[in-house]
Every structure is written in structure tokens, then in C-alpha cells.
């Protein structure tokens, strides 16, 4: 039986992991961002922390080099979020590799476009990974938001419903990402849910409500009508669409929202996998439309996180 769809599948209960013992690693508990270097500069100060105590914390910033990859540890200081893994075109290895080191520094590592092989490889060194096969993202969180709970939320026994509980407990203890409103995520046809899901999961893992309102084309234009009302209480929107990739100029010509649009690759011929859609939207006459690259529905969820935090 097939997986249904925008089910999360755990490390250690939908896939059986097949190859070498796991890496080993000791896990260094600190997310480096601002306030955690505020913190360890303050213990130096203190007396609470030794110079070399601190070097030894601030070791791997900038960057952690390993050979085929170098890790940006530095960046959540500098953009406020971690480096995010595109996985196509890199090995599993490699992957695992990548993600285990940046698991051992952050509570929160993604990765994209990532194949269920991909995901095997990288369970192996992170038993609390789950895998998100419509979106083909990959994630290792440890810090819990509402929507990080929802996305992996279920009946589930094993470590799924572990995740959920923590999930749980730390919402209880008040360790919440504060996000503004919600970012809706909209899809003209079912074939673009890929990307949707895309960026509808990134945005849940980095603390957002998404709401998803799919298959609501200009071909039956009163099925996007009926949604208007959810759409109109949104922070920012994100449209995806494949085909002539009308679907962004009639939603921000029917709401006072900033809209990100996604052009999608799903068309006949002369849609030029995506480049008619893009055409389309870059060319939009309706104000208030952001672009961003064919199929990029992770792009298009960052951005509406910037956007839905300010």
C-alpha cells in the first residue's frame, strides 16, 4: 500500500534502512544563532566559560569543511536560518554526510528534493528524521512550532509519535516560534501539488500556518472564489501553477496580499517545461506579485517567511 500523501514517514517505521552501521557522533546542544552567541560571549565575561571553552563552541563558524561540502554554520547569524540541503544531484553519502553535521549545530535542518534513498542514507545518523514524500523533503527538528506539530501529526506508535509528544511538551514550556499569520498556499491543478506541498511543508517547518487550497484553476474559477475568504486572512499567498500560469494575476487581483508566485513545469509542449507560466507571471499586470524560478516552491516558502515575520 502506497503511502498517502503529505504523510510523514519516520526514521525508524516506514522505510527499512538497508547498509553500513550508522555513523556515530556526539551531538554538541546548541543552536548558533544570536542569542546563543550572546550567551556563551556573556558566560566568558562571567567567568562561567574559559577562553577555550568558547574557541571550542565557535570552532566550526564560519564554515565546517568536509572536502565535498562546506557547512555555512554561520549563516542563521547572519540571515537568521540554517543552510538548507538541496539534495539532487548529490550522492546519499553525501547527503547523510551533510545533514548529520548540520543536525549536530541546529534545531532545524532541511532538505529538498530528496529521494526515499536519500532519506535511508540520512536515518541512518539521524533516527529522528522524517521524510515528507510529496514534497520530497527531508527534516530534523528540535525545536517545536504548532506547525511543525501539525506536520507530523497522526495516531502513529513508534518514533513518530515520540516527535509528537515532544512536540508537545515543548509547545507546553513555551519554546514557540512567533510567526505574524498564516501563509496560504494555493495550487491551480492537482499535478502541481509537488511543488505546493514544497513549499507548504518548508513553511510549517519553520514555524508558519500554512493553508493549502488546491485545484482551484482558472478553468473552474469559482472554485478559487469560494476560498477568497481564507485567502483574504492571510499574511502573504503563494500561487502555483503550471500550463498558461494565469492563477497568480487572478488571486492578486482579488486580494489586498502580497502573492509569490510559482511557475510549475506541468504543461503540454508549448509550455516549455514552465517557461510559458514564468513568462506569464513576470508579464502579470496585476500589482503586488513577487516571482520566483520554475518549480521552486522551497524559494517561495522562504519568502513568504520573511515576509510573514517582519
Given at each position: 500500500m ?22 556515530s557522533f556526539?551531538?554538541?546542544a546548541?543552536n ?15 567567568g ?5 571553552g568558547?574557541?571550542d ?5 564560519p ?21 538548507v ?26 532538505g ?25 523533503i ?14 507530523i ?9 515520540k516527535?509528537?509528544?515532544?512536540c508537545?511538551n ?8 512567533k ?14 501539488l ?11 517547518l519553520?514555524g ?37 500560469g ?8 482579488l ?5 509569490v ?16 507560466a ?26 513568504a ?6
Amino acid at each position: 500500500m502506497g503511502n498517502p500523501a503529505n504523510m510523514p514517514i519516520n526514521a525508524n517505521t516506514g522505510i527499512t534502512v538497508h547498509g553500513p552501521t550508522p555513523m556515530s557522533f556526539t551531538r554538541r546542544a546548541f543552536n548558533m544563532d544570536v542569542s546563543r552567541l550572546r550567551e556563551i560571549l556573556q558566560k566568558v565575561k562571567q567567568g562561567d566559560m574559559g577562553v577555550d571553552g568558547a574557541l571550542d563552541e565557535l570552532r566550526d563558524l564560519p564554515y565546517e569543511d568536509l572536502g565535498y561540502a562546506k557547512i555555512d554554520h554561520h549563516r542563521p547569524l547572519r540571515v537568521g536560518l540554517p543552510e538548507v540541503v538541496f539534495c539532487q544531484g548529490k550522492t546519499p553519502d553525501q547527503v547523510a554526510g551533510i545533514m548529520q553535521r548540520l543536525s549536530q549545530s541546529h534545531a532545524i535542518v532541511i532538505g529538498t528534493r530528496a529521494t526515499p534513498e536519500v532519506f535511508e542514507a540520512v536515518s541512518q545518523c539521524a533516527k529522528d528524521a522524517i521524510y515528507f514524500p510529496e514534497a520530497r523533503i527531508i527534516a530534523i527538528r528540535r525545536e517545536a512550532t504548532e506547525p511543525c506539530l501539525k506536520a507530523i501529526s497522526g495516531t502513529g506508535t513508534g518514533e513518530r509519535q515520540k516527535s509528537r509528544e515532544s512536540c508537545k511538551n515543548q509547545i507546553k514550556e513555551g519554546q514557540l516560534k512567533k510567526v505574524r499569520g498564516t501563509i496560504s498556499v494555493v495550487s491551480a491543478g492537482t499535478a502541481d501539488l509537488p511543488v505546493a506541498e514544497e513549499a507548504a511543508v518548508t513553511a510549517e517547518l519553520l514555524g508558519n500556518p500554512a493553508e493549502r487550497v488546491y485545484d482551484v484553476g482558472v478553468a473552474g474559477i469559482h472554485r478559487l472564489l469560494d476560498a477568497l475568504p481564507r485567502l483574504r486572512g492571510s499574511t502573504v499567498i503563494i500561487v502555483v501553477a503550471g500550463m498558461e500560469g494565469a492563477l497568480p494575476s487572478v488571486v492578486a487581483g482579488l486580494v489586498d496580499r502580497p502573492v509569490v508566485a510559482v511557475p510549475t513545469s506541468v504543461g503540454y509542449g508549448a509550455s516549455f517545461h514552465g517557461l510559458s507560466a514564468l513568462l506569464a507571471m513576470l508579464n502579470s499586470c496585476a500589482p503586488g506579485i513577487g516571482v520566483v524560478n520554475i518549480d521552486n516552491g522551497f524559494g517561495a516558502a522562504i519568502l513568504a517567511h520573511l515576509i510573514n515575520r517582519l
